[in-house]
C-alpha cells in the first residue's frame, strides 16, 4: 500500500502536468484549472481552485476512488492515476486490454493485481496506443508529451 507522502507526491506531479488556468475553445470541459474542469465540477469555482484543492479532490476522486493507494507500486500507481484524469473512466477498458484482464470496465482486485506488477514503460505504450486512435484530437501533441514526462 503507497504511503500518504507517496500518494500526495502522485497527485501533486498530476497538478503540476496538467497546469493553471485554461478555457481552451475546443475544449469540451470548458474553463479548467490544475485539470479540473467546470464540466465535471459545476458546483466549483474554477477560477477559485488551489492547488491544494486541486491535490485533495484528486486523491479522493481518483487515486483512492479507484484504489490505486492500495497498489505496491507507485510507479505505475501514478501512471495509471495519471491516465484516469486525463481520460475518465473510458481510460479502464484500454487499460484492460493492456493487462489482458477481463474488460469489464471496473478497476477491481484482478486489475489492480495486474497493475502492481505491469512493466510501467507498457502501460505507457498502452496508453499511447490509446490516444493513436484520437489522431485528429487537439490535444493530442501535448497529451503525448505528459508520456514523455512519465518516462515512455
Known sequence: ????DQQLAIVAGIVDREGGLVDHPRDTG???????????????DIRKLTKA????LYLTDYLRRYQLHRLRS????????D????SGPLAIKPLQRALRVETDGVIGPTTLSAIDV???RELLRARLD?????VSHPFLKGWVHRLYQLGL
Not at 1 to 4: C, H
Not at 53 to 56: E, N
Not at 74 to 81: G, K, L, M, Q
Open 1 to 4: 500500500m503507497l504511503t500518504q
Open 30 to 44: 470548458g474553463l479548467t484549472k490544475y485539470g479540473i474542469s467546470q464540466q465535471a465540477y459545476p458546483q466549483l
Open 53 to 56: 484543492d486541486a491535490v485533495a
Open 74 to 81: 507507485p510507479r505505475n500507481a501514478e501512471i495509471v492515476c
Open 83 to 86: 491516465w484516469l484524469v486525463n
Open 118 to 120: 505491469a512493466d510501467p
Open 130 to 134: 490509446h490516444y493513436v486512435t484520437m
